[in-house]
C-alpha cells in the first residue's frame, strides 16, 4: 500500500516523551500528555510528505547536522499555533495607547519611542502596534519617531509578516479609517500595508530562550500575547524576569490576560486595570 494512504503509525508514549524533551530543549516549549495525539497528526503528515515510514527515523532526520536543522524549522513551523489577528484583544493595545499619550501629553517624549511584539507570528500584533503608536505622533502633530522590534521561532511565519500582504478577511477587525490609512487595496481580494507603516517595523527570528541576544537595546514597550502559555512555570518566570531587565524607566510589559496571575516583580507595578494584564517598570 502507498505510504500517503496508510493510517499513521501510534506514537508511543516513549516516543512521545522523546519529542516532547526535543521540543522544550530547543524551543522552551513544553507539551502535555493531551496533546500526543496533536504532536503525532502533526508529526506524521509531514513524515508522509518525505516518505518516512517510522517516528525513529524521522527523528534522526531532524536531529542530524545541517540538514536536521532546516527540517527542524519546518516541523516546529507545523506545531506551532499561529492564532492572530490584528488588534487581538483591544484592552491591551489600549494600555499602550494610553502610555504613550501620556508622554505625549506631559512632554515626556524624549527620543525614539522602542516597542518589541514576541511571538509576533504573521505579523498582525507588531503591525497593529505600530499603526496606534503611528496614530498617536501623527494627532498630536509629532513627527513620528518610533521603531517596532518583532521576532518569532518560525521562519515562514516571518517570511508572510514581511510581505506585509493580507486578505480582506484578515482585515475585519480594523476600523474602515485604520483600514483606509493603513493599508493599500492590491484589487486581487489582498490588501498591503502602507510603506509609512511597514518601514518602521524589523522582523527577525528569535527565541524567548535567547533574550540575552536580542533585542539591544532596552525597550518602551515589550508586548508578548499568548506566548508564555507554552512554557512551564519557572521558565515563565525566568522569561518574564528577562523582560523586565530589557524595560527602560515607565517602561510597559502587556502579557496575555491570565497567563501568569501571580508573577511580581520588585521593580514593576501592575497596571490597575482588570482587563489586561500590564506591568509598569518604577525602578
Known amino acids: 500500500m502507498i505510504w500517503s494512504l496508510q493510517k499513521a503509525p501510534a506514537l508511543s508514549t516513549e516516543a512521545f516523551d522523546q519529542w516532547c524533551k526535543l521540543l522544550e530543549e530547543r524551543t522552551g516549549i ?36 545541517i540538514w536536521g536543522r532546516a ?29 504613550l499619550q501620556n508622554r505625549i501629553d506631559n512632554g515626556q517624549i524624549g527620543g525614539s519611542f522602542d516597542v518589541w511584539s514576541v511571538g509576533c507570528s504573521t505579523g498582525e500584533e507588531p503591525y497593529s502596534l505600530a499603526m496606534l503608536v503611528n496614530d498617536c505622533f501623527e494627532l498630536a502633530q509629532l513627527k513620528p519617531y518610533f521603531g517596532v522590534f518583532a521576532t518569532d521561532i518560525s521562519m515562514p511565519a516571518l ?27 492590491l484589487g486581487d481580494g489582498n490588501y498591503k500595508v502602507a510603506d509609512k507603516l511597514q518601514d518602521r517595523l524589523c522582523f527577525s527570528q528569535g527565541s524567548v530562550l535567547e533574550l540575552k541576544s536580542m533585542p539591544v537595546e532596552k ?17 515563565r518566570r525566568e522569561i518574564l524576569q528577562g523582560f523586565a531587565d530589557r524595560l527602560k524607566p515607565n517602561g510597559m510589559l502587556v502579557i496575555g490576560l491570565g497567563e501568569t496571575p501571580d508573577w511580581k516583580h520588585p521593580q514593576l507595578a501592575r497596571v490597575r486595570d482588570e482587563r489586561v494584564q500590564a506591568y509598569r517598570r518604577i525602578g
Open 71 to 99: 527540517e527542524w524549522s519546518v516541523l516546529v513551523d507545523r506545531l506551532m499555533v499561529k492564532e492572530t489577528s490584528f488588534f487581538r484583544h483591544r484592552h491591551s493595545f489600549e494600555c499602550v495607547r494610553q502610555l
Open 219 to 235: 525597550m518602551d514597550v515589550i508586548f508578548c500575547q499568548n506566548l508564555l502559555i507554552y512554557f512551564r512555570r519557572w521558565r
Open 159 to 185: 517570511s508572510k509578516a514581511r510581505s506585509g500582504v493580507y486578505s480582506e478577511r484578515k482585515l475585519e477587525p480594523l476600523s474602515s479609517h485604520e483600514k483606509l490609512r493603513y493599508f493599500r487595496d
Open 30 to 65: 513544553s507539551l502535555s500528555p493531551q496533546q500526543q495525539p496533536f504532536l503525532q497528526t502533526q508529526i506524521s503528515m509531514r513524515m508522509r510528505e518525505l516518505g518516512f515510514a517510522e517516528y525513529s527515523e524521522y527523528y534522526r532526520r531532524v536531529t542530524d547536522g
